[in-house]
C-alpha cells in the first residue's frame, strides 16, 4: 500500500504544471459525468433518460452557443431543456422546470374536462401545502390558483408559471451557463463537429 502511495507522489511530482491542470479537469469531468448518470438513473421522465442515450444525434456547436443567449432558446430546444433538467435536479429544484412544463401542457388542453383534471394535478403536485414537488410562491398567487380550481382556464396557472419562469431566468439559467456542465457541453459539441468534417 506504501509503496503505491509512494508511486503515485512519485508520479505527481514529475508531472508538468499544466499536466496537473489537465488532470485536475479530467477528474472533475468525470464527476459530472458520474453525477448526470446518478441523476439519470434517479430521473422518473423516461423521455429525458431516453433523449440522453440517443447516439444518432447531439446537439450542434451552435445548438449549445444558442442556449446562452436566452433561457427561451434553451427550453425550446429538447437537448437543451433536458441538460437544463439535469442541472436544475442537481441543485436540487427541478420542481421548478416540472411545473413550468405542466404549465405549458395545460395551456394546450382544450376540453374543459381536461382542464379541470389537469388542474386539479398540478394542484396536487406542485401548489398544495406540502406538495410532493411544492414550489415557491406567495400567498395570493397561490389563492388565485385555488380559487380557479372550480372553473379552470388555460389561464389559471399563467401568474405562478411566470413567477417560475422569472426566478428561473434570473438564478438558475445564469448559473447554468456558468457551470461544468454547460461547460462539458459546449466541448462535446465542438467535438461532433470534427468528427463530422474529418
Not at 55 to 61: A, E, L, S
Not at 102 to 122: G, H, M, P, W
Amino acid at each position: 500500500m506504501r509503496e503505491n502511495l509512494a508511486q503515485s507522489m512519485a508520479f505527481t511530482d514529475c508531472m508538468k504544471p499544466t499536466d496537473l491542470s489537465t488532470e485536475k479537469k479530467d477528474i472533475k469531468r468525470r464527476n459530472w459525468r458520474n453525477r448526470i448518470g446518478f441523476l439519470l438513473k434517479t430521473n422518473s421522465s423516461l423521455s429525458i433518460l431516453q433523449l440522453m442515450r440517443n447516439r444518432t444525434y447531439r446537439p450542434t456547436t451552435d445548438d449549445v452557443n444558442q442556449w446562452a443567449q436566452s433561457l427561451d432558446t434553451l427550453l425550446s430546444h429538447k437537448y437543451g431543456k433536458a441538460a437544463f433538467f439535469i442541472f436544475l435536479k442537481s441543485e436540487f429544484c427541478e420542481e421548478n422546470i416540472e411545473f413550468w412544463t405542466a404549465c405549458e401542457d395545460f395551456r394546450n388542453q382544450t376540453s374543459q374536462k381536461e382542464l379541470v383534471s389537469k388542474a386539479n394535478s398540478i394542484y396536487e403536485e406542485f401548489i398544495k401545502s406540502e406538495a410532493p414537488k411544492e414550489i415557491n410562491l406567495d400567498f395570493h398567487t397561490k389563492n388565485a390558483i385555488i380559487e380557479s380550481l372550480h372553473q379552470p382556464t388555460t389561464m389559471s396557472f399563467l401568474a405562478a408559471q411566470r413567477k417560475v419562469y422569472s426566478l428561473m431566468e434570473n438564478n438558475s439559467y445564469p448559473r447554468f451557463i456558468h457551470s461544468d456542465l454547460y461547460k462539458e457541453l459546449c466541448e462535446a459539441a465542438r467535438g461532433e463537429g470534427k468528427h463530422i468534417k474529418s
